[in-house]
């Protein structure tokens, strides 16, 4: 039985856990330039939960402030928050909600999850690395390509700002 297995089997796991922000971060890449630079930045406001059942199902949801994206450049920042990008006056939460999942051996876990930006929802399979923290907490990290303009994220100035960005999230959950 792998570890995650294990874990999802004890009975320490079965609860609900709570985000760390301070301990988690959400970060995102996407291409520039025609390709030539990356772009790169991080979400610095969010929150969320999980929560393991007896049954060993897994649920959760974590929400994302949108309007929080800071890529270091304040100006181009402001343009994200417009309403070609993430139109945050309208949207203002970037949520991703974790329906179901399965242990794939070893310490990863596959989990069944939605994104929804701008009021547009897509699936979201994540591959996740598990990793229990000597504190009791629990990190996960994972990495996933969206499609941005399949979430109508579509701003693009001469075509310079490339369609597929990656999202790394490490984050770390607490037993409440």
Do not use: C
Not at 12 to 26: C, F, K, R
Not at 39 to 44: C, E, K, L, P, W
Not at 46 to 55: A, K, N, P, Q, V
Not at 82 to 98: A, W
């Amino acid at each position: 039985m792998s570890s995650v297995a294990t874990f999802l089997s004890s009975s320490e796991a079965v609860g609900t856990w709570e985000l760390d922000p301070g301990q988690s971060s959400i970060r995102f890449e996407n291409g520039t330039m025609w390709g030539a630079l990356k772009v790169r930045g991080a979400f610095t406001e969010f929150s969320g939960r999980g929560e393991i059942r007896d049954d060993k199902t897994v649920t959760g949801r974590v929400e994302v402030k949108a309007a929080s994206i800071n890529t270091g450049l304040g100006t181009r920042d402001h343009d994200l928050r417009r309403s070609n990008f993430f139109d945050t006056d309208r949207y203002p939460d970037i949520t991703v909600v974790v329906t179901g999942g399965e242990s794939t051996g070893g310490d990863t876990v596959r989990l069944d999850a939605e994104l929804t930006v701008k009021g547009i929802t897509g699936q979201l399979p994540l591959n996740v690395e598990v990793s229990p923290l000597d504190d009791g907490g629990v990190r996960l990290n994972s990495e996933a390509t969206v499609t941005r303009k399949q979430f109508a994220v579509e701003g693009n100035f001469l075509g310079m700002v490339g369609n597929r960005t990656k999202l790394k999230a490490s984050l770390v959950f607490r037993k409440t």
